[in-house]
């Protein structure tokens, strides 16, 4: 058994087996986590670099401890204070890097497709980890642990993804997970951040009311409003987009029903989610990041094996 | 194809197996039984049911050790993991390792390793239920042997189990 693709570039280019895998292995990896010693020597003859063209806090401290948890080499790259400040171009700083015997890349870029641009030329395994608002494959993974861990399963699950569809790349991944899964997905939000041929691309419900969308759903994985890739104003006011979209307990507690709450970090307190929710009862969002060291040790894991 | 142990052979040396280890573990006081994943398991299955049947004085402590991500091999080829499955402390315990078949050594020496990962035993030995004997890769031999056999390299002993592959036996192939 092995993955159908030598890179993760997206949950797109997954079969449904793939993330079967991914996933079984990541809970066998959660095992390791729980034992005295929280490391295997799998990757200890493996490089990786750490290439965040971007900020992050969550999926790099994630992706690093997977990697030593794996007993891999790593070596991290940050684009402010680099060559890259000094106008080296992206496949030249990766080949020079690579020079240096690595095996694996780990990318983040503020530029949709720039790891399969990079794919395209270079030797190593790429991993995604999150590129511009096309996908964020390793987050929509980890998000699909916690549902299963949550639910026992995916397939028939109610899933409402909330917020910024248009700029978000962990809606896109897991759009395409969960309709691989065979999950139910709604998206809900402001009309000026729902795509409009969401609907025709991926056969999805569009929900403009918040509680009518969480009164249908299972599970709502709300997300950040990314002020950063949005370049003119979409909605009025932050104070505006709360009171009509932001989660709060009331509301949830109105719904006579108990859904469970998803955010993928970080959380933009009292924008999208109120405080009393995020650290509520219904909230799985430190469990979310507890599997993603587990799921990136699964993909790292899976994608290590390969002749060069 | 050559037959190396009937189904009946092997109950009988499941039985052998066990008084064995229970001559040197008396009463398994202070002794767990690992089955190695996922191959093993189905002989320290068997054997543990014997054994549970031989103490009467307390529960055996009986845990389960994938050894996936310990294989020197990963470059080579994939292997999808088990659940390792270990519900108690190994520190200072007499440890016996039971696997199907001990060929050349490598997945003992991956055991060994997973193992010491969970703590530091008194003592570890390992049982088998096949020997390939003079095909060793490590300085690595079993305690207790259901029984050894002179192989080719080229050929392949196969253990079916009844759960598994619906008859059981041992077959040279």
Same mark, same amino acid.
């Given at each position: 058994m092995r993955l159908s693709t030598k890179h993760l570039l997206g949950i797109k280019d997954l079969t449904k087996e793939d993330i079967e895998l991914i996933l079984s292995t990541a809970a066998q990896f959660k095992d390791v986590l729980q034992r005295? #010693? %929280?490391k295997v020597p799998s990757l200890r003859d493996v490089t990786i670099v750490n290439l965040f063209y971007e900020n992050s806090t969550r999926t790099r401290i994630s992706f690093e401890l997977a990697e030593k948890r794996l007993s891999a080499d790593t070596i991290n790259f940050t684009a402010s204070g680099s060559s890259a400040a000094k106008g080296e171009t992206l496949l030249d700083t990766v080949n020079n890097i690579l020079s240096m015997k690595v095996d694996m890349v780990v990318m983040r870029h503020s530029a949709s497709g720039a790891p399969h641009f990079l794919a395209k030329h270079i030797p190593?395994?790429? #991993?995604n980890a999150g590129d511009g608002i096309n996908e964020h494959p390793t987050q929509a993974l980890l998000d699909a642990l916690?549902?299963?861990e949550k639910f026992g399963h995916l397939e028939g699950l109610k899933v409402a993804i909330i917020g910024d569809i248009m700029h978000s790349r962990v809606a896109l991944s897991n759009i395409y997970l969960l309709k691989k899964m065979g999950a139910e997905v709604v998206v809900a939000g402001p009309p000026t951040l729902i795509p409009k041929y969401i609907t025709e691309a991926f056969g999805l419900k569009v929900e403009y009311d918040i509680r009518k969308a969480l009164q249908?759903?299972?599970v709502a994985n709300v997300l950040r409003i990314q002020l950063e890739r949005q370049n003119q104003p979409l909605?009025?006011? @932050?104070? !505006?987009?709360? @009171?009509?979209?932001?989660?709060?307990?009331? @509301? @949830? !507690?109105?719904l006579g029903k108990e859904i469970t709450i998803m955010h993928p970090g970080p959380i933009n307190r009292g924008v999208e989610l109120d405080s009393d929710v995020a650290d509520g009862p219904y909230s799985i969002v430190l469990n979310q990041v507890e599997n993603g060291v587990a799921v990136r040790m699964a993909v790292l894991y899976l994608l290590a094996n390969r002749e060069n | 194809m050559k037959i190396i142990l009937?189904?009946?052979q092997i109950a009988l040396t499941v039985k052998r197996l066990a008084h064995q280890i229970l001559e040197d573990h008396l009463q398994l006081k202070d002794t767990v039984i690992i089955g190695i994943q996922p191959?093993? %398991?189905h002989l320290s299955d068997r054997i543990v049911h014997e054994l549970s049947a031989l103490v009467t004085t307390s529960s055996i402590r009986y845990g389960k050790l994938d050894i996936t991500f310990y294989r020197d091999d990963i470059r080579k080829e994939l292997h999808v993991p088990n659940k390792t499955d270990i519900p108690f402390g190994i520190e200072n315990k007499n440890v016996v390792i039971i696997d199907d078949v001990l060929y050349k050594g490598r997945t003992i020496r991956a055991a060994l390793d997973a193992l010491l990962d969970f703590g530091r035993p008194l003592k570890v030995g390992l049982c088998v239920l096949i020997d390939r004997r003079f095909s060793r890769e490590f300085p690595i031999q079993a305690d207790y042997v259901g029984t050894a056999i002179d192989t080719f390299s080229s050929q392949k002993v196969k253990v079916n189990w009844k759960e598994k592959d619906q008859e059981e036996s041992v077959v040279l192939i």
């Open positions: 005295p #010693v %929280k190593a395994a790429i #991993v916690s549902m299963t249908w759903c299972d909605f009025s006011s @932050l104070r !505006e987009y709360n @009171l009509a979209y932001g989660i709060s307990r009331k @509301l @949830l !507690e109105s | 009937s189904e009946q191959r093993g %398991k």
